[in-house]
Nanobody
Framework: VQLQASGGGWVQAGGSLRLSCAGS????????MGWFRQAPGKEREFVSR???????DYAESVKGRFTISRDNAKNTVYLQMNSLKPEDTAVYYC??????????????????????WGQGTQVTVSS
């Protein structure tokens, strides 16, 4: 799977951005899709994920503000980000992985469990 992330940019606090991640190469719908982010000097952290059946989960820091969705017909996953805060500033990465039906939250939040990664898109939120 090749992943191409887009939609990042600069926005003032309280604003919104919509990230997109277009996939190609394999059956997109077979994969759990995740969004991660990495701020300078920090480890890559989980933001959100969506399964093939559109079951979703979010990091506590973005719950109620971010929404993940997918369009399997377009091989695309989206991350709608509202009420952005300066602490949301980071490079955002989309990723794809295959998980067993018994996978739990601890499995979905680990970057190492995702096999394919996009190139990242910068999101900068100014105060």
């Amino acid at each position: 799977v090749q992943l191409q992330a887009s939609g990042g940019g600069w926005v003032q606090a309280g604003g919104s951005l919509r990230l997109s991640c277009a996939g190609s190469g394999r059956t997109f719908s077979n994969y759990v899709m995740g969004w991660f982010r990495q701020a300078p000097g920090k480890e890559r952290e989980f933001v959100s994920r969506i399964t093939w059946s559109s079951s979703t989960d979010y990091a506590e820091s973005v719950k109620g503000r971010f929404t993940i969705s997918r369009d399997n017909a377009k091989n695309t996953v989206y991350l709608q980000m509202n009420s952005l805060k300066p602490e949301d500033t980071a490079v955002y990465y989309c990723a794809a992985g295959q998980f067993s039906p018994f996978s739990g939250t601890i499995d979905y939040v680990r970057p190492r469990n995702y096999v394919y990664w996009g190139q990242g898109t910068q999101v900068t939120v100014s105060s």
